[in-house]
């Protein structure tokens, strides 16, 4: 486990009924630049093309929690979190893509959108395609397969 000397808050991501094998831990530590970002994913469904793999859409969302209902299991998540209302792709919560290497993503990105404060009891998102940049309001992302909610 990683100690509370290196992040200012986690997420534990699980993944949900149709990929149960997605688990990993986002991390989040301030800094006078910004917050480090760091994703280590595993479990994530692999391209089927042995040249590439696959990118997810990864955002912070508004919710507060990785619960939902029979269309969508984290419903409650809600949209990716949006203050002060900017267009897509500049919400607050609007992260890099994670690329899939045999089924694990690992990722850091340094964001000065929002502070530690500003996404704790917020949820981080996994989306099952790539975010688009474009597309309003939020980059056709696709289902939602695996959420963990932001805690100190």
Known sequence: MLSNLFYDAKAHIKGGKKYPQIDGI???????DGVLVTAKING???????CTGR???FHIHEGTSCTGNLSDEFANAKSHLNSPHCPHPFHMGDLPPLL?????????????K?????????VVI?????????????????????CGK???
């Open 26 to 32: 986002v991390t989040f530590k301030e800094t006078k």
């Open 114 to 122: 929002f502070k530690i404060k500003d996404i704790l009891g917020r």
């Open 55 to 57: 990118f997810f859409g």
């Open 44 to 50: 994530l469904p692999q391209s089927k093309d042995k």
């Open 100 to 112: 899939e290497n045999d089924g694990y993503a690992y990722m850091n990105v340094l964001v000065n």
């Open 150 to 152: 932001i805690v100190k």
């Open 126 to 146: 996994i989306h099952d395609s790539p975010d688009d940049f474009t597309t309003q309001p939020s980059g056709i992302s696709g289902t939602k397969i695996a």
